[in-house]
């Protein structure tokens, strides 16, 4: 079974600073998929970046990043000039490739809070 | 646009009494999920579809079922809700379950 582990419960950064998010995760699994999915306060789940674990480049997506670590089994995101509007709770999730396997694991949640 | 469509947004029904929830897409996603969200917690999955085919979380409740008639539509039947199960319900859709998933608004159903 594999487990997906958020150590931060809380975080809050000024506005435009840079801030880091830790996920790991636990697999015997080769072939999978990392998320980080947004929730911002009262309004639906949105996927913020995706990694696939074959691929050694780490995803970037405008000021998102990850830092994936394969051996580490670790997967952070970097979030860079920090908004307001990314105030939110971040799930980092994990996800076996391939047919039959279309579960998401979840870690336990990182809410993040940017201060004005 | 192309979306997930959860109604209603908020439900409130008496303990014991059923409910249904339903959510739609025009995705045309091949699954389609539900998830129980408490409260600061992450969402749990309570089963999916992959296109007919129905997957069942082994620790879901007997008293949550579901149904798909069709592609666009899933509904989440509570047969019997108990002050327990207040919870956002999410809806969620993939193409082939190998990718993302895309996320409704949520129902937020309070049990009296």
């Known amino acids: 079974a594999q487990t997906v582990t958020q150590s931060q419960p809380e975080m809050s950064v000024q506005e435009a600073e840079t801030v880091t998010l830790s996920c790991t995760y636990d697999?015997?699994?080769?072939?999978?998929?990392l998320f980080w999915y947004k929730q911002p306060p009262s309004r639906q789940m949105i996927l913020v970046i995706r990694?696939?674990?074959?691929?050694?480049q780490n995803a970037t997506e405008n000021r998102f990043s990850v830092n994936f670590q394969k051996a580490a089994k670790s997967f952070s995101l970097k979030i860079s000039d920090s908004q307001l509007g990314d105030t939110a709770m971040y799930f980092c999730?994990?996800?076996?490739?391939?047919?039959?396997?279309?579960?998401?694991?979840f870690g336990t949640g990182t809410r993040l809070t940017i201060i004005p | 646009d192309a979306m997930v469509i959860q109604n209603p947004r908020y439900q409130v029904t008496q303990f014991g009494k059923p409910v249904t929830l339903s959510c739609s897409q025009t995705l045309n996603h091949n699954v389609m999920y539900w998830y129980q969200q408490k409260s600061s917690q992450a969402p749990k999955l309570l089963f999916h579809?992959?296109?007919?085919?129905?997957?069942n979380e082994a620790d879901t409740p007997d008293n949550f079922q579901s149904r798909r008639p069709n592609t666009s539509f899933c509904f989440l039947d509570i047969r019997s809700p108990g002050l327990g199960d207040a919870a956002m319900y999410l809806c969620?859709?993939?193409?082939?379950?190998?990718?993302?998933?895309?996320f409704g608004p949520g129902t937020r159903l309070t049990v009296t």
């Open positions: 969620a859709t993939s193409r082939d379950g190998d990718g993302e998933q895309y």
């Open positions: 999730a994990f996800k076996v490739s391939g047919f039959g396997n279309e579960k998401l694991t």
């Open positions: 990694q696939e674990a074959y691929k050694q």
């Open positions: 579809y992959y296109d007919k085919d129905f997957n």
């Open positions: 697999t015997s699994e080769s072939n999978y998929y």
